[in-house]
Nanobody, 121 residues
Framework: QVQLVESGGGSVQSGGSLRLSCAVSRLSGCMAWFRQAPGKEREGVARIDWSGGTLYVDSVKGRFTISRDNANHRLFLQMNSLKPEDTAMYYC??????????????????WGQGTQVTVSS
């Protein structure tokens, strides 16, 4: 069974930065960060595939960076220039060997418990 534990969330002012970390018991070919705001559907934020290639939702391009540390089984999300619209519960997730082109939540089998990110204006 794959276990994932997120950390690094918190409350910051608009324009601030946070670095989320996810400890993963097993690496996979496709890992991602999702977020879910109250009353909203879970949204894919960023993913990193088997080759290290990355994909970001348009709203975070240029501000967020996903990365991984294979030796230490960790997934990271560096978030800069945070905006109130980024406020959400953030989850790390891992899927099968290859990333689904649709970047859908249903493609990811294992999930962490989530870490809250709150950005005030």
């Amino acid at each position: 069974q794959v276990q994932l534990v997120e950390s690094g969330g918190g409350s910051v002012q608009s324009g601030g930065s946070l670095r989320l970390s996810c400890a993963v018991s097993r690496l996979s070919g496709c890992m991602a960060w999702f977020r879910q705001a109250p009353g909203k559907e879970r949204e894919g934020v960023a993913r990193i595939d088997w080759s290290g290639g990355t994909l970001y939702v348009d709203s975070v391009k240029g501000r967020f960076t996903i990365s991984r540390d294979n030796a230490n089984h960790r997934l990271f999300l560096q978030m800069n220039s945070l905006k109130p619209e980024d406020t959400a519960m953030y989850y790390c997730a891992t899927g099968p060997n290859f990333c689904d082109p649709s970047f859908a939540a249903k493609s990811f089998i294992y999930w962490g418990q989530g870490t809250q990110v709150t950005v005030s204006s």
